[in-house]
């Protein structure tokens, strides 16, 4: 197992300009594996016994020109799917997309704004300061036990901090994230199939995924499945020889709302499927609808589960009925993923400021009040926002990892295994569990008289003080400034 991240993180040379900044890249991701805790900077640190010469090493680390976050990421989309992991879909990839909040209380820090969710329990505030990133996952593994590895993760509210200010031609939470996906088709030049949950389910999605084809299938890059919401109207298409009257013929014939169909169970089939891990027998049907937000054709399946009923809206008209239900239910692997990515790496934990920043009330305000930083301070912030993207990014390389470790090394992990589990949810072991597994062997790696040779480089490079933090560097000047 060792040797498997050892040899995918040497893939990443070429990525850096200088070696000993791949070092530290090295660093920080067997530190996301390996560390018992994650408080940010300071952790690493504490995993690799460094002095407060090394924590500003790290610290600049993220604001480095040395490397670029859009050519990281573009070497871990075409690793993951070097693997031969990916699901495939009629010829697509399998992905999933979603939105999470993650609360920030900090006054100087890029990104924070005001957020509003519903919760069914009273633990948390409807309104409160956090960041809100959407994050693009790829669906791996098997269809009956598969992972969401997360591909990229992005700041999608609070620009008004980059200078940027708000507009109605501004993009919404849908359209970036379609951005997202069509950014990664594009540069993979791969077919995607996304499933999204009912937030999505808006016109501005299917018009901004409906704009972009491939050149050689004539055939959008993106197509979706997403939840439509309970109160969606759709139309049947008019029949021209109704229209006896001047002028074009109309293109809307009688309405039908969606929840209604479920009054006429009777004409829908009875078939077996696989409901979020579980064999049962629904009810399920299909219609092809015109839909007056895009004013096109979306292909609506309908199925009655013992979850109860429910509306999928797929933009692919030849798309399988039944198929689609199972697909959709395979979503609930990206909050999963989510869990994880807190909970046992977590990710959100970087605190990066900049007393350039104007300070914001720590109270929930209106996000009309963002001030944006003045204009000789605008390159500061963005250093700053962007060493954000890059630890979390960071993070999710580093879960993406633990999860093929998973895949292909599963029955390694369950035999070296030590801790206890009252119950084993599936065969393939979790990211918890492959954590716990390599952590160990890292550690031994490290403390080994002779370990691995990117573990020999760190010790004599970095842990030993044999070079500063400018020979790690680029000597990028504004590191000087930054917060």
């Known amino acids: 197992m060792l040797q498997y991240i050892y040899k995918t993180l040497t893939g990443f040379r070429g990525v850096f300009s200088r070696h000993h900044t791949w070092l530290v890249f090295v660093m920080i991701i067997l530190g996301f594996m390996a560390s018992s805790e994650m408080l940010g900077i300071t952790s690493f640190c504490r995993f690799w016994l460094l002095d407060s010469a090394g924590y500003h090493v790290l610290l600049h680390f993220f604001r480095s020109s040395a490397w670029d976050l859009s050519q990281l990421l573009d070497h871990w989309f075409n690793w993951v799917l070097s693997t031969n992991q990916a699901l495939r879909v009629n010829g697509r990839l399998l992905s999933f997309g979603d939105h999470t909040y993650v609360p920030k209380e900090g006054r100087k820090i890029p990104g924070v704004v005001t957020l ?32 969401a590895l997360p591909l990229r993760f992005q700041m999608h509210l609070g620009f008004e901090h980059l200078g940027q200010s708000r507009t109605q031609s501004s993009p919404t939470l849908p359209q970036h994230m379609a951005e997202m996906a069509l950014d990664f088709a594009l540069k993979t030049n791969q077919g995607i199939l996304m499933i999204l949950d009912a937030y999505f389910s808006v016109a501005s999605l299917f018009n901004k995924v409906n704009r972009v084809y491939h050149a050689s299938t004539r055939k959008p890059c993106v197509e979706v499945i997403v939840k439509a919401k309970k109160n969606y109207v759709a139309y049947f298409q008019a029949d021209p020889n109704d229209y006896v009257g001047k002028g074009r013929h109309p293109l809307y014939g009688d309405s039908l709302h969606l929840m209604e169909v479920f009054d006429h169970l009777d004409s829908f089939q009875t078939v077996s499927a696989c409901i979020y891990g579980n064999q049962e027998d629904i009810f399920l049907g299909s219609m092809d609808l015109l839909w007056k937000p895009i004013g096109r054709l979306l292909r609506f399946v309908f199925v009655k589960t013992s979850y109860g009923c429910m509306v999928l809206m797929c933009s692919d008209l030849q798309q399988d009925p039944l198929q689609a239900v199972e697909l959709y239910c395979l979503r609930t692997r990206i909050e999963t993923m989510f869990e994880m990515f807190k909970q046992v790496l977590h990710g959100f934990q970087c605190h990066f400021w900049s007393k350039k920043m104007p300070r914001h009330s720590r109270k929930p ?17 963005k250093l700053c926002w962007e060493a954000t993207e890059r630890f979390v990014n960071l993070a999710a390389i580093a879960l993406g990892l633990l999860q093929l470790l998973a895949l292909q090394f599963s029955a390694s992990i369950w035999n070296r295994f030590e801790g206890f589990l009252r119950t084993r949810s599936r065969e393939i ?37 044999k070079i500063d933090s400018e020979s790690i560097l680029s000597g990028d000047s504004a590191l000087s400034e930054a917060a």
Request: aromatic share 6%; with cysteine.
């Open 429 to 465: 072991p979790s990211e918890r569990t492959t954590k716990m597994v390599v952590a160990q062997l890292i550690l031994t790696d490290f403390l080994n008289l002779s370990p691995s040779a990117i573990l020999r480089e760190i010790r004599a490079d970095i842990i030993c003080h």
């Open 365 to 381: 305000q209106s996000n009309e009040t963002l001030v944006s930083p003045k204009p000789e301070d605008l390159k500061i912030v």
């Open 116 to 147: 509003h969710q519903n919760s069914e329990t009273q633990s948390k505030p409807s309104y409160f300061k956090g960041q809100c990133w959407g994050a693009l996952a790829l669906c791996i593994g098997s269809l009956n036990a598969p992972f």
